[in-house]
């Protein structure tokens, strides 16, 4: 497809090498639109190994600055995007380019299903997207702790074993994953060799932040942490399953990251959820201590 840019501007696929780059226009997005932004290059690197490169495109000036981009996974049968214009290049027309022709190329990949991320606060995401029959689909929070003073211990039913990853867990780990969020929205369970690809065995992925709660010899629950995203710890997931819920484990769990982290000299935890998450996780993250600090939306549209 050839897209119809503004004079001055280029359209390319994007690189692994343009990691740092889609970091600046990520950050000056969140913070032109909330003030503030925790983004950086470690962020970026960990959705850019998810990424699918030939759809992830870069739009470049003459003078070789970033001026927008598309992130595109795709997982399931759909793509997951986020369209983002550097702020000094709004109003030229660039979203509404690349977001045509992010859609099209979902089309012409065979995709049932397009889905769009943008900040809570971005209006003229919000507008553009209904404009292209896109409907509001999901709202998720990014929560947080901040640690005035150590956390306490976490309390745990009964019976119940905490211990970190080892090797010999990764099938076990994987397949708690998946039975702890196979009722999720928009769920996908990659399948076991291609997430220890993503997962296990990414660079970065530090599984002295893994943990298993066991009940015996089962599995009761997991918790997938990363040592440093947006300024602190962060939860990346933290699954119980089905038969051992509503026991106080989940709140237990995640009360042992937040030990771990305050000891490694975080002063701060993170995570995302889902505000409709069907097992009431917001609930439990705020009896934890957590609150709300920003949200995102994600919008959608049936592409068959």
Request: net charge negative; aromatic share 10%.
């Amino acid at each position: 497809m050839s897209l119809s840019l503004p004079e001055g501007f280029t359209v390319r696929e994007a690189t692994a090498a343009d990691v740092e780059r889609a970091a600046d226009v990520l950050r000056a997005e969140e913070q032109d639109v909330r003030g503030h932004s925790d983004w950086g290059v470690e962020e970026t690197a960990h959705v850019w190994r998810l990424a699918n490169v030939a759809a992830t495109r870069i739009v470049e000036t003459r003078g070789g600055s970033t001026a927008a981009l598309v992130l595109a996974i795709d997982r399931g049968g759909s793509r997951e995007a986020w369209v983002t214009v550097h702020p000094d290049f709004t109003g030229q027309g660039l979203a509404t380019v690349l977001l045509a022709e992010t859609e099209q190329r979902a089309r012409d990949g065979g995709l049932r299903k397009l889905k769009l991320g943008a900040f809570s606060e971005n209006e003229g995401a919000r507008t553009l997207f209904e404009q292209h029959g896109f409907r509001e689909a999901r709202h998720y929070y990014g929560m947080r702790i901040d640690f005035e003073r150590p956390p306490g211990p976490p309390s745990w039913p009964p019976g119940f074993e905490v211990s970190t990853f080892q090797p010999q867990d990764a099938r076990a780990f994987h397949q708690t994953l998946g039975e702890s969020f196979e009722d999720e929205w928009g769920f996908h369970q990659p399948p076991f060799e291609e997430w220890k690809r993503e997962r296990l065995d990414a660079p970065e992925t530090d599984t002295s932040l893994w943990f298993l709660v066991r009940d015996g010899d089962e599995i009761a629950a997991v918790a997938r942490c990363d040592p440093k995203r947006e300024g602190g710890g962060w939860v990346g997931a933290l699954g119980v399953r089905k038969p051992w819920r509503r026991r106080g484990l989940g709140l237990a769990l995640l009360r042992h990251t937040f030990v771990e982290f305050h000891r490694r000299g975080e002063s701060h935890v993170g995570l995302g959820v889902d505000t409709q998450n069907p097992s009431g996780a917001t609930r439990l993250y705020e009896r934890a201590g957590m609150r709300v600090i920003n949200e995102d939306v994600v919008y959608e549209k049936e592409l068959t």
